[in-house]
């Protein structure tokens, strides 16, 4: 996903209980378990390196062991280290809640990764040279007329 940005992940639930997070590269859209979400678990409470840009899922227990209330958020990673909330739910549905929302977002990270963009208005501070120059670096046939 390239750069990481320390992030400070949350601890939603009680600490005598499950309590997780996982940045998630896919979801498996036949589940609708906890196990839908592909991706690498990392540690909860804490400052944790994670990519910017990545989908972040939170997962915490509270209450009695024998009567545990869930609670699940989701988060994107921004480039400046902080955590952008995009859905939340509660309860034993909470990862079929959760899983189109995630399928959204890990759609919309894939046609616009972090950091790169289609067109600024920097862009014309360059001259039209320079321009052309990048594009056949990139490998683009240029022909001007």
């Known amino acids: 996903m390239g750069v990481t940005v320390p992030v400070d992940v949350p601890m939603l639930g009680d600490e005598r209980h499950k309590n997780w997070a996982k940045v998630v590269y896919s979801?498996?859209?036949?589940?609708?378990?906890?196990?839908?979400f592909e991706g690498d678990f990392i540690a909860v409470g804490g400052i944790q390196d994670v990519p910017a840009g990545s989908v972040?899922?939170?997962y915490g227990e509270r209450g009695s062991r024998a009567n545990?209330?869930?609670?699940?958020q989701v988060f994107t990673v921004n480039a400046d280290a902080t955590l952008s909330s995009q859905a939340s739910a509660r309860g034993r549905?909470?990862?079929?809640?959760?899983?189109?929302?995630?399928?959204?977002?890990?759609?919309?990270?894939?046609?616009?990764?972090?950091?790169?963009r289609d067109w600024s208005p920097e862009l014309m501070l360059f001259a039209d040279q320079a321009l052309v120059e990048e594009l056949r670096r990139r490998?683009?046939?240029i022909d001007l007329d």
């Open 56 to 58: 972040l899922i939170v």
């Open 93 to 116: 549905a909470w990862a079929r809640t959760l899983r189109d929302t995630v399928s959204e977002l890990l759609s919309e990270a894939a046609e616009h990764p972090p950091g790169r």
């Open 27 to 36: 979801v498996d859209d036949s589940k609708d378990s906890g196990w839908a």
């Open 68 to 72: 545990p209330q869930v609670a699940a």
């Open 139 to 141: 490998g683009h046939d």
